[in-house]
């Protein structure tokens, strides 16, 4: 442990205060909503949320690029985010011209990737699930992305995700841990993904995790890894390897880069890494300083590598990143023990409850409240 991660682990233990009254507010706020004081809207429309317990780093916008990547060839897909650190307010929906700035970095990611997928975000659900359903009536399904804590909307379908190495059945709140919510609200979904798993888990981890959850009859807990693809140059699109020889400045700002730092240790020959906090907006001295680092990199074949949602908020600086080496890594999420046609069939089975029993009339404001 080094000197900075010492010095914050001190900080937070000293804020288990503060982690105890933060408690006892989120517990306050989901009484009154388990108890309809505080009131849910639920739409008569397939609705699914993607969410977690904890802050950041659990798999979110992979799991949503899973599900748009299984559904978009046979519905017409909206995702619904708030847009975390974009400079706007309100609702909007992502048009040709839309940039991270306006809408987020994880829409833009979602737009710049599927393009045939309606991108809205708003930050009160609520609100912006019936005006996007008005401007785009032919949408089939909604997926929310982040929106577990979002209690004024309860979504048809529920997935949780937990980090392996991470779950939040050993957590506690913020700041002293990393829980947003109550270990207890698991039983608000419909399934649980444990993410980032290694891919040698074994049949016996995996049980053992099932019976720390211990998931509520009906509620499937499922098991995902991360799998990488070739990196690709942000202006050019052309592809490299990683290889052995390779020197590799990482440039990162999300949440957990611990598999990402992982990955790249064992696929180059040396690396370097500039941190910056998850969701950071890139300026044009922090371009300077990486172009710096990067003159000052070991070897001679060597790169700037990149996360998908950095590349959205670095690509403002196309101008300047045209002749440098600036890679992204591509990544996706596959089920472990050979389970995703399970998983994928339940969330179809959802949407199939709403094919033929209603007409795309009720989306535009209609919607029953519990």
């Given at each position: 442990?080094?000197?900075?991660?010492?010095?914050?682990?001190?900080?937070?233990?000293?804020?288990?205060?503060?982690?105890?009254?933060?408690?006892?507010?989120?517990?306050?706020?989901?009484?009154?909503?388990?108890?309809?004081?505080?009131?849910?809207?639920?739409?008569?429309?397939?609705?699914?949320?993607?969410?977690?317990?904890?802050?950041?780093?659990?798999?979110?916008?992979?799991?949503?690029?899973?599900?748009?990547?299984?559904?978009?060839?046979?519905?017409?897909?909206?995702?619904?985010?708030?847009?975390?650190?974009?400079?706007?307010?309100?609702?909007?929906?992502?048009?040709?011209?839309?940039?991270?700035?306006?809408?987020?970095?994880?829409?833009?990611?979602?737009?710049?990737?599927?393009?045939?997928?309606?991108?809205?975000?708003?930050?009160?659900?609520?609100?912006?699930?019936?005006?996007?359903?008005?401007?785009?009536?032919?949408?089939?399904?909604?997926?929310?992305?982040?929106?577990?804590?979002?209690?004024?909307?309860?979504?048809?379908?529920?997935?949780?995700l937990t980090d392996c190495s991470r779950l939040f059945t050993r957590d506690i709140f913020l700041p002293t841990g990393n829980l947003r919510d109550e270990r207890r609200s698991y039983k608000r979904s419909d399934i649980i993904v444990v993410t980032k798993c290694n891919d040698q888990l074994?049949?016996?981890?995996?049980?053992?995790i099932i019976r720390e959850i211990k998931p509520l009859e009906g509620q499937h807990v499922f098991f995902t890894g991360i799998r990488y693809a070739q990196p690709y140059h942000i202006i050019s699109r052309l592809s490299k390897r990683l290889s052995e020889d390779l020197s590799v400045l990482?440039?990162?700002?999300?949440?957990?880069?611990?598999?990402?730092?992982?990955?790249?240790?064992?696929?180059?020959?040396?690396?370097?890494?500039?941190?910056?906090?998850?969701?950071?907006?890139?300026?044009?001295?922090?371009?300077?300083?990486?172009?710096?680092?990067?003159?000052?990199?070991?070897?001679?074949?060597?790169?700037?590598?990149?996360?998908?949602?950095?590349?959205?908020?670095?690509?403002?600086?196309?101008?300047?990143?045209?002749?440098?080496?600036?890679?992204?890594?591509?990544?996706?999420?596959?089920?472990?023990?050979?389970?995703?046609?399970?998983?994928?069939?339940?969330?179809?089975?959802?949407?199939?409850?709403?094919?033929?029993?209603?007409?795309?009339?009720?989306?535009?404001?209609?919607?029953?409240?519990?």
């Amino acid at each position: 442990m080094n000197f900075n991660a010492a010095w914050l682990r001190i900080l937070r233990l000293l804020l288990f205060p503060v982690a105890v009254i933060y408690g006892c507010i989120i517990k306050a706020r989901n009484y009154l909503y388990n108890r309809n004081i505080l009131k849910s809207d639920k739409f008569n429309f397939p609705v699914i949320c993607i969410g977690n317990l904890s802050v950041g780093g659990t798999g979110k916008s992979p799991m949503v690029e899973y599900l748009l990547r299984q559904l978009a060839g046979r519905y017409q897909v909206a995702t619904l985010s708030r847009g975390y650190k974009r400079k706007t307010k309100g609702y909007a929906i992502a048009g040709k011209k839309a940039t991270a700035i306006d809408i987020g970095d994880e829409p833009m990611q979602f737009h710049v990737k599927f393009p045939d997928v309606y991108v809205a975000v708003g930050e009160e659900r609520v609100i912006a699930i019936p005006q996007l359903l008005y401007d785009k009536p032919d949408t089939d399904v909604i997926i929310l992305d982040d929106a577990m804590q979002h209690r004024a909307v309860t979504a048809g379908l529920t997935i949780l995700l937990t980090d392996c190495s991470r779950l939040f059945t050993r957590d506690i709140f913020l700041p002293t841990g990393n829980l947003r919510d109550e270990r207890r609200s698991y039983k608000r979904s419909d399934i649980i993904v444990v993410t980032k798993c290694n891919d040698q888990l074994s049949t016996e981890e995996k049980q053992k995790i099932i019976r720390e959850i211990k998931p509520l009859e009906g509620q499937h807990v499922f098991f995902t890894g991360i799998r990488y693809a070739q990196p690709y140059h942000i202006i050019s699109r052309l592809s490299k390897r990683l290889s052995e020889d390779l020197s590799v400045l990482l440039v990162c700002a999300i949440a957990n880069p611990t598999p990402l730092k992982t990955y790249i240790r064992q696929k180059t020959g040396h690396y370097e890494a500039l941190y910056y906090k998850d969701h950071y907006i890139f300026t044009i001295d922090d371009l300077k300083e990486i172009i710096r680092r990067f003159k000052n990199l070991e070897g001679e074949n060597k790169i700037i590598l990149i996360t998908e949602k950095d590349a959205v908020r670095l690509v403002k600086f196309s101008g300047e990143l045209h002749d440098l080496p600036v890679y992204v890594l591509p990544m996706e999420i596959y089920f472990l023990f050979n389970e995703s046609q399970q998983f994928n069939q339940q969330v179809e089975m959802f949407i199939q409850e709403f094919k033929g029993n209603l007409n795309h009339n009720y989306g535009k404001k209609e919607y029953k409240k519990h």
